[in-house]
């Protein structure tokens, strides 16, 4: 039985203005007395015709919720006029933006904190800072520590850059209000041009670290870090800017905050927001790497046109956008979307139709990623594209950090395979000696041997397969692996098998069943 | 007549990750609640409560599945009515309607000791032998790569032509933390950690979902904590949304107990002067109220009421008759 509700004849407007540039992200829903919803969208309210009686309205925009209560009995006009949110990026109207992070960040991000021999319209900008109430940032002889063990590296992650107290500016201070510490603060910038192309920001402390960056021609790829004790890799923030940063560009605040839904699972694009980027009325190509992202990754179809003309505008906009990863991952998002819709309307026709629907067929785009997409959303797409079609699409680094990823930044954010100049220096060092030489190939050997869960899943999966049913696709789709990994893994346990073989008297007969399922499991695969 | 049945997992001892502190205290109130006679109503031999040891050996997949099969063994031929599901532990969101549910031994290594809820759910609902299943998972729903959650392993032989409906509710979204907090009680003597999660869920389940007409429906519980975890988890300081997912109709009930439509309310005042104006939901008045007498005490209906001034627009208090709290201090 339904429940029908008693309503009030009475009806008055209820009106909601958020004067905020984040208004059109900020999600709004207005519950009667009972708890129902009344209302739910982005943005402001206009008039909105409801029956006398008690209202609950909840603002929400990532950490910021705000709820105001009403006694609807005559027409009512209210505002917000702040959003409380905090961010990486020093942009106005951030709680934690104050001038001691924006101007130099505004300053730095125009001049080059390193010169080089050619100044090239490209650069990557990087702006750490720190900021604590009572504790202040350690540091060595006066200098913070913020730039310490972070390095640049090349395409092919040879070291371009080691950050120093030198290539760097940087500040430690307090901020007093009327003699009374508020806060310790500490900030350090890293500006220098370089041609266009893929790059990676690696950090080589106690947590090792490593972040994709690419620079594409003409803008300035600008990445924003908080720290605590050590760098907080879930606060990175990875912008495009042309000029520099300016603290009072509103696109940029979207953008913040729509990667800041998107981190928290939330795909979903503000209306107003695809009309803005339908009309192409944006200039910053992380706008549309954005927005598009968003809509891929989201089950909507009702605007696929709209998204399309925005991805290939995209691609216009920025000229090596076919060598981008993310530009590459999104053109292959697209088509797997589109391939979905297709396959959900054959199904809808068919379920009319009462027959079976058939799988559709679409060919993806031929793609290769041998770099790592800024955003890890793109990795997703490309691991599933790899486990998809049987041709290579991976590169070699980008196969060894699907293991090591860290999902607690929207950004892809891995523990980095060693530096290859560390591998070449430790065979070289201690080339004379045999078991060196075996100790320094196991750095690469350390790398995969710390990602030892596959392995061992891999073992699992193998040991229950009794009947011999699962394929490399199989495998690969549960670990969530590209196929030539997981083959790579399966060549591992192979060798392994030699071992157990050795010491096969020491396993209880339960184990040995186990060791046997998994040899002839290994013996199929090596066919 | 069909009766209900219930397990319970707390597992707060974790081979390869931080332990937890609150699960077995959450596990132990949510067997209080299922085992009264106005709440699962659950009978002793019915109810199995599941909490962990410090050397991980408990509980493990098998002693969980050996129960489900000795109930399935129990009900051969016949049909249980509500199957009340909980666990409160470390979790991990495989996709947007599966959660791994990670058991003692899981580590970084052994990434896939945890059993899947939406492998347990579909199987449950397959095989037939409750007509309602209730999944609460008090658990967080991030993501880490690489983690196949468990099946079942116990089966009926054919999936039932008859099939389960179901209720799932995840303490998270996916891809965001569930949290723990201090509870802070009358006593404050008490500085248990708690997930937050199950104390809105049990406040729901023991009555504040319930409509006006006192009976707890599938719908009245996930409004009641959708509404109220976000709130509970604000004033933790913390941002945190269920997720459900259910196919069991909103005006199904989830307890045969018919809760109390009216309550005995007080409302002391602080400030003694001015006439207040007691409100329902549709801004109508109920009352008038002399404050001049330091307190009022009468019965009202289960529902949302608010006080205003006699000659203000404005309300000033809330008051929720849900059983939860019949006291309540104005000014």
């Known amino acids: 039985m339904v429940k029908r509700k008693r309503k009030s004849s009475e009806e008055y407007s209820f009106r909601f203005v958020i004067e905020d540039e984040l208004a059109p992200i900020a999600f709004v829903q207005l519950f009667d007395g009972e708890n129902d919803l009344v209302h739910s969208g982005y943005g402001s309210i206009e008039n909105l015709r409801v029956p006398r009686g008690m209202y609950r309205l909840r603002v929400e925009l990532n950490e910021f919720t705000e709820e105001r209560e009403y006694?609807?009995?005559?027409?009512?006009?209210?505002?917000?006029?702040?959003?409380?949110?905090?961010?990486?990026?020093?942009?106005?109207?951030?709680?934690?933006?104050?001038?001691?992070?924006?101007?130099?960040?505004?300053?730095?991000?125009?001049?080059?904190?390193?010169?080089?021999?050619?100044?090239?319209?490209?650069?990557?900008?990087?702006?750490?800072?720190?900021?604590?109430?009572?504790?202040?940032?350690?540091?060595?002889?006066?200098?913070?520590?913020?730039?310490?063990?972070?390095?640049?590296?090349?395409?092919?992650?040879?070291?371009?850059?080691?950050?120093?107290?030198?290539?760097?500016?940087?500040?430690?201070?307090?901020?007093?209000?009327?003699?009374?510490?508020?806060?310790?603060?500490?900030w350090c910038a890293f500006h220098v041009s370089v041609p266009s192309g893929q790059y990676y920001l690696h950090y080589n402390g106690e947590r090792k670290r490593e972040i994709p960056l690419y620079v594409f021609p003409r803008w300035q790829t600008q990445l924003f870090l908080m720290f605590s004790s050590e760098p907080v890799f879930s606060t990175t923030r990875i912008f495009i800017g042309r000029n520099g940063f300016n603290r009072h560009d509103a696109e940029a605040a979207i953008i913040d905050a729509l990667l800041q839904k998107m981190h928290n699972g939330i795909y979903q694009v503000p209306p107003s927001i695809k009309l803005q980027a339908a009309d192409g009325k944006w200039e910053n190509p992380m706008f549309g790497i954005v927005v598009c992202y968003i809509y891929l990754l989201s089950r909507e179809n009702s605007d696929d046109g709209l998204i399309e003309t925005m991805r290939k505008n995209l691609e216009h906009r920025i000229l090596d956008a076919a060598i981008s990863p993310d530009i590459v991952a999104l053109r292959l998002l697209s088509a797997i979307h589109k391939k979905e819709r297709l396959q959900k309307e054959e199904n809808k026709k068919a379920s009319a139709e009462?027959?079976?629907?058939?799988?559709?067929?679409?060919?993806?785009?031929?793609?290769?990623?041998?770099?790592?997409?800024?955003?890890?959303?793109?990795?997703?797409?490309?691991?599933?594209?790899?486990?998809?079609?049987?041709?290579?699409?991976?590169?070699?680094?980008?196969?060894?950090?699907?293991?090591?990823?860290?999902?607690?930044?929207?950004?892809?954010?891995?523990?980095?395979?060693?530096?290859?100049?560390?591998?070449?220096?430790?065979?070289?060092?201690?080339?004379?000696?045999?078991?060196?030489?075996?100790?320094?190939?196991?750095?690469?050997?350390?790398?995969?041997?710390?990602?030892?869960?596959?392995?061992?899943?891999?073992?699992?999966?193998?040991?229950?397969?009794?009947?011999?049913?699962?394929?490399?696709?199989?495998?690969?789709?549960?670990?969530?692996?590209?196929?030539?990994?997981?083959?790579?893994?399966?060549?591992?346990?192979?060798?392994?098998?030699?071992?157990?073989?050795?010491?096969?008297?020491?396993?209880?007969?339960?184990?040995?069943?186990?060791?046997a399922i998994i040899k002839e499991n290994l013996a199929r695969f090596k066919k | 007549m069909s009766e209900n049945y219930g397990i319970i997992i707390g597992v707060q001892h974790y081979k390869g990750i931080d332990p937890l502190e609150g699960p077995h205290n959450d596990a132990a109130d949510f067997e209080d609640w299922l085992r009264s006679s106005t709440g699962g109503n659950v009978p002793a031999n019915n109810c199995m409560r599941f909490t962990s040891l410090n050397d991980f050996s408990k509980p493990l997949q098998h002693q969980i599945d050996e129960w489900f099969g000795n109930v399935y063994q129990i009900l051969t031929g016949k049909k249980g009515l509500r199957l009340y599901c909980y666990f409160s532990g470390h979790g991990l969101g495989v996709s947007w309607n599966e959660t791994a549910l990670l058991l003692p031994n899981w580590s970084t290594i052994m990434r896939n000791a945890a059993l899947s809820s939406k492998k347990y759910i579909d199987k449950l609902i397959g095989d037939g032998v409750f007509e309602q299943i209730y999944f609460f998972m008090d658990c967080c729903s991030n993501r880490l790569p690489g983690s196949d959650p468990l099946p079942p392993s116990f089966s009926r032989p054919m999936t039932s032509s008859n099939p389960g409906e179901h209720l799932a509710i995840y303490a998270s979204e996916f891809d965001t933390p569930a949290f723990e907090a201090m509870q802070l009680n009358d006593t404050m003597d008490n500085s248990l950690a708690r997930g937050l999660f199950t104390q809105v869920l049990l406040e729901g389940l023991k009555g504040a979902a319930a409509g006006p007409n006192g009976l707890l429906t599938v719908g009245d519980l996930v409004k009641y904590v959708k509404t109220e975890l976000p709130e509970f988890a604000k004033k933790m300081g913390k941002t945190q949304y269920i997720r459900q997912n259910a196919s069991l109709s909103p005006d199904v009930q989830v307890i045969d107990h018919k809760h109390a439509e009216t309550y005995e309310i007080t409302i002391l005042f602080n400030v003694a002067g001015p006439t207040l104006v007691l409100e329902n939901t549709y801004a109508e008045t109920e009352l008038e109220i002399n404050t001049q007498t330091g307190s009022w005490s009468g019965s009202l209906r289960r529902g949302n009421y608010w006080l205003r001034k006699q000659d203000e627009e404005r309300a000033e208090m809330k008051i929720v008759v849900n059983g939860l709290k019949n006291r309540f201090t104005y000014g």
């Open chain 1, 71 to 186: 006694r609807i009995t005559s027409d009512i006009t209210d505002k917000l006029t702040l959003v409380k949110i905090s961010s990486a990026m020093p942009l106005l109207g951030r709680i934690n933006t104050h001038e001691y992070f924006s101007i130099p960040t505004e300053k730095w991000s125009s001049e080059v904190t390193l010169k080089t021999s050619e100044q090239l319209p490209n650069s990557i900008f990087l702006f750490f800072r720190y900021a604590h109430p009572t504790v202040p940032l350690k540091s060595a002889g006066g200098d913070p520590m913020l730039h310490q063990n972070f390095m640049i590296l090349d395409r092919d992650r040879q070291v371009l850059f080691i950050l120093d107290k030198e290539n760097t500016r940087w500040c430690k201070n307090e901020n007093k209000v009327d003699n009374v510490l508020v806060e310790h603060f500490a």
């Open chain 1, 354 to 515: 009462n027959r079976v629907a058939e799988t559709i067929q679409f060919e993806l785009p031929s793609v290769k990623f041998n770099e790592p997409c800024m955003v890890a959303a793109g990795m997703k797409a490309v691991l599933n594209y790899a486990q998809t079609i049987e041709k290579d699409v991976t590169g070699d680094l980008v196969d060894k950090i699907f293991t090591s990823q860290r999902p607690d930044t929207i950004f892809t954010s891995y523990v980095p395979p060693p530096l290859p100049a560390d591998v070449k220096r430790s065979q070289s060092s201690r080339l004379s000696n045999l078991l060196s030489r075996i100790w320094s190939t196991n750095l690469e050997a350390k790398f995969e041997k710390d990602n030892g869960w596959v392995t061992a899943v891999l073992r699992e999966l193998l040991a229950h397969d009794k009947e011999g049913k699962l394929d490399l696709n199989d495998l690969a789709k549960s670990l969530r692996l590209p196929p030539k990994k997981v083959a790579k893994y399966v060549r591992m346990l192979e060798n392994e098998g030699s071992i157990y073989t050795t010491v096969k008297n020491f396993f209880s007969s339960k184990e040995r069943g186990r060791v």
